[in-house]
């Protein structure tokens, strides 16, 4: 164990190291260098390297010694289990108790001193991660190798499968890593670190459970040549949502902790947009597609407003100078600003994006569709999300300097919208009315009834007066947030503001020179 | 001279609790100023504020200048900060602990080396680099963070209660080592919440009590001044210490007067006037002096006239 984790030293240690490292990211450096020399890495690698060749031999034996036609593909499997477990487990594992580390060693904020952004503290961790799985993809070459020599194996599943374990990998690292930026007290992280376990376990199985089915049926999902596209996509979106949320998490309060979420919602919505429009045409006009990806939109949008939403209304100090000086400009850019009422203009604005660009896909894609019953869809479900997340956040916008209230608010936003659902069910179950289900609060039944063209004139004018109420509601939020952001440029005109105060409260006793406490500063 | 520190009416608060209260300082470059207070005071408040880590919800900080809330990655360039908790790495050695953090700050190749050699040599851990920085004393952690501290070679040294927990050898050499970093026209911010650790390094202190400024100045100003109020003085006579005792202690306006080396030390307010008044009262009674010396009053008992005596 020793000799092995030494001859691993000796590799890490070798000069050509130094001169890639020079171009590598610091933590990525510092994470493997830790790896190598710690024992958990070791320990993990070689176990898992050794149960694997007892379970290849195994196997091996229980095929009739190879000449079964399933050699190949049970010998695959079995090595695809075993990296599934090293990958998906070990990694994100390892992944989250060394950010953990980071937490409990109070070496974060020496990290932030040093001028490294929170974008790149997060990057190391996750390709460190990623190194990881590369180096245990690596280690099992050789038995992937034989594996394929056996006979029986379907190569474009298994390269499909292997491509798969590799992105759930880096995309489980990623959540992990944001998950431990959420988790600053050392109980919190004993108990995510319960929960993790638990996921991950039960993910990895249900991951070989997958790889046998795919691999003993011959119709695999991966003959689908979007499937690897869709599993490609999702990754990416969830790696870079848990990169942007880690780094607002590792911010101070006082930072902008909001726009890069912002945009990135954005990009999002118009990738789902294009997605739509892409899908909408190759199914030769399938409405079906627009339902779908319009939801999902709706849904993310949604989801991230309520975060938006609920931030404290009042732009932090270090936020206040990302204000652009051009009045014009300051307003048009207010949305992507941190602050709940620019949240609430956010979500506006972006279910209008989402509408107009649903529109424009309809229009340019089938001139002649009928389209109103996919818009009316759209904008029932717009007043649905509308008044979900912003009844709560106008109600707690008071108090949203406090992270409890924001928190508070943020639960009440699905709390809301399934009592809206659940009162109404309880009371027509309990009147024995007819359909207990279908009633304005189930918003199911209501989209429903929108897609097929048959929602009544009460359902439509109902909710758009609940949206309607609720933007009035929270128009002067919204007043107030564009106007900071209109006063800012008004506040950098203002001469003296960084001069100093009236008087310096040192008393009597203080024997410092005038000089030295006046106000020295050169303008810059 | 634009201050290497400038603190000007800093106020921050958590919640309803005003921890730091219209605070202003300056530092300038090659003074090495004590930032003294008793637990609880506000320093490491402050310490964070003027190293970026915290923002101030009234007034700010200006190192060299450059605002920490307006320009915080300007400011994290010039300045080293030195947490009271320590930073240490599982399964790093110290050499890998300063390449690392020298990474960090955009050190390479070449230079990067030559700084940590630099380092290593100025805070003697060259024997010590193979070793596991979480198998590290007290006091070798403590050079080791400063050495970290210094990689980006700051203008400014903010170092939050260095020498707390050392003993008594690694409290000398961190002494030595901070006067070295102000020959170096570094300025320094040292805090402590027992002043006689820092009583013969500092140059000026900061002393805070609650938040707000108790007293800012020149060390030695600042004892002249005390001085200048209240008098300490040595007495021996030609009869023996307790006798000396008893008719110093007849004497009006006498404080704290205790048998001491021989003789009898006594405190005593009003100046000259005063210890005018005292030789001439004493005379009448017949004492024969022998001695009369006017000790220098010590920067403890400045700081405790200061602070009501809530000091630890
Ligand atoms: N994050 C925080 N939240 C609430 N109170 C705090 C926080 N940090 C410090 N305090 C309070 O501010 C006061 C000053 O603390 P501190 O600056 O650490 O004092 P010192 O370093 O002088 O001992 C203490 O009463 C402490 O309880
Ligand atoms: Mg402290």
Known sequence: MSAASRFLERVGNLPIWNRIADRGNAILVKELRQSMRGRYFAVIFWLTLAIATMIGMMTFVFQDGGRADTTGTAFFLAMFGCLTFASNLFVPFAAFSSFGAEWEENTLELLLLSNLEPRQIILGKLLSAAVQTLLYTLAFGPFLVLAFLLRGLDLGVAFGLLLFVLLSSITLSAVAVMLSTLARHKVARALLMALMAVALVAFSFATVAFGSEQLFFSRSVFSDRFVLLVFLTIAAVVVSYCVAFGCTRLAHPEENRSTTLRVLTTCCLLALLGWAAFGFQESGGDDEVLYAFGSVAFLLLAVTSALFCSEPERLGRRVRLWVPDNRLLALLSGAFFPGGGRGTLYMVMNSALLIGGFAVVLGYAAPGFPYDQVIGFLLALTAYMFVYVNLPALLFSPFSKKLTRRIACRIAVPLFAFLVFFVPTVTAFALDLRRPFNHAGNPAWAMNEFAHGRADGALIVGLAIAFLVVLVFNLPRIGRGLGELVAEHGRRQTPGRTAAPESLAVPALALEHPEESGDARPQP | ?312
């Open chain 2, 1 to 312: 001279m634009i201050p290497a520190l400038e603190v000007r009416d800093l106020t921050r608060r958590f919640g309803n609790f005003t921890a730091v209260e219209r605070l202003s300082f300056s530092v300038q470059r090659g003074e090495i100023c004590g930032f003294i207070g008793p637990n609880g005071a506000g320093k490491t408040t402050t310490m964070r504020i003027c190293s970026t880590l915290d923002l101030p919800d009234h007034g700010d900080v200006f190192i060299s200048g450059e605002s920490v809330l307006e320009q915080p990655r300007r400011v994290r360039r010039k300045l080293g900060f030195m947490p009271d908790a320590y930073g240490a790495y599982s399964n790093t050695t110290v050499a890998d602990y300063l390449d690392f953090f020298a990474r960090s700050y955009g050190l390479r190749g070449e230079e990067k080396s030559r700084t940590i050699a630099r380092l290593v040599e100025f805070t003697s851990l060259g024997h010590m680099l193979e070793k596991l920085t979480t198998a590290l004393s007290k006091g070798m952690k403590q050079r080791l963070c400063l050495a970290k501290t210094m990689l980006n070679d700051p203008d400014l040294l903010i170092l939050d209660e260095p020498a707390a927990g050392l003993d008594p050898r690694a409290r000398i050499e961190l002494r030595e080592l901070v006067k070295a970093l102000a020959g170096m026209d570094k300025a320094i911010l040292i805090s402590s919440h027992i002043l006689s650790e820092l009583g013969e390094t500092c140059d000026s202190v900061v002393v805070i009590e609650e938040g707000r400024l108790k007293a800012a100045g020149n060390v030695s100003q600042m004892t002249e001044g005390i001085q200048r109020e209240r008098s300490r003085v040595l007495l021996r006579a030609l009869v023996d210490p307790q006798a000396l005792l008893r008719a110093v202690l007849e004497e009006p306006h006498v404080e704290g007067a205790r048998v001491e080396r021989g003789g009898v030390v006594l405190d005593l307010p009003g100046g000259a006037e005063g210890l005018a008044r005292l030789v001439e009262a004493l005379v009448k009674r017949g004492v024969r002096l022998t001695e009369f010396r006017q000790e220098k009053l010590d920067l403890e008992e400045v700081f405790l006239s200061m602070t009501d005596g809530r000091v630890q």
